[in-house]
């Protein structure tokens, strides 16, 4: 596909748990973002890579949410020890480029429950 | 830092009215504006953008919106709507003073009713 794919579509977890969430970019985009949707909010950001570092990480909550890119395509968000606050839409977006001339394109994102 | 207001949580509006989503922003430095539309089940997609120029921009599908300085606003405007225009619309400012961070408004809910 020609699109940014999230897998999964859909996680449900236990309090306490670890969770991994995957970003297929588009091929070619040096540029990844992710951002989580909270019910009734705008997306938020939380990281950006350019290629295989990350350029900004001051959206993440805490320290119990790492993101890694290592080949500079795919990448993983990791949350430890889950939360029921955890619980949200994340999104993940790529673009050609850096921001802000470079638009993003959004995956359909990944629907995290934490019970 | 920066932020984004959107007066309208849900907009409803019937077939081949005039519609216009109001959004104002706030920020210290230069800044860059977005529309991204997220039609039912599906992903988010960029529907106009003010980078720089003329300050009325449009879209490919009847969409316009006007970069404001003075009142700092972005309101999206479309002089008749269609059905397949429902959808959540997000206003997004992004600028140097954020290393272009895009920062999201709450949202705005457009339902058009036949």
């Known amino acids: ?115 | 830092a920066q932020s984004v207001t959107q007066l309208d949580s849900q907009v409803p509006v019937f077939e081949e009215a005039p519609v216009e989503l109001r959004c104002n922003y706030s920020s210290s430095v230069s800044v860059y504006l977005f529309w991204y539309v997220q039609y039912p089940n599906q992903g988010l997609q960029l529907l106009l953008k003010y980078l720089s120029g003329s300050t009325l921009v449009e879209s490919i599908n009847g969409f316009e919106a006007e970069f404001n300085k003075s009142q700092t606003s972005f309101h999206l405007r479309k002089p008749s709507v269609h059905i397949s225009d429902t959808a959540e619309y997000f206003c997004a400012v992004t600028g140097s003073g954020s290393n272009y961070k895009l920062t999201f408004g709450k949202g705005t809910l457009l339902t058009v009713n036949p």
């Open chain 1, 1 to 115: 596909g020609a699109g940014v794919s999230q897998t999964p579509s859909n996680k449900v977890t236990e309090k306490g748990k670890y969770v991994e969430l995957r970003c297929d970019p588009i091929s070619g985009h040096t540029a990844l973002y992710w951002y989580r949707q909270s019910l009734g909010q705008g997306p938020e950001f939380l990281i950006y890579f350019q290629g295989t570092g990350a350029a900004d990480d001051s959206g993440l909550p805490n320290d119990r949410f790492f993101a890694v890119r290592p080949e500079g395509s795919v990448s993983t968000l990791k949350i430890q020890r889950t939360e029921r606050g955890d619980s949200a839409v994340y999104l993940c977006a790529s673009s050609f480029g850096p921001p802000p001339y470079n638009e993003q394109f959004f995956g359909p994102g990944t629907r995290l429950t934490v019970l």
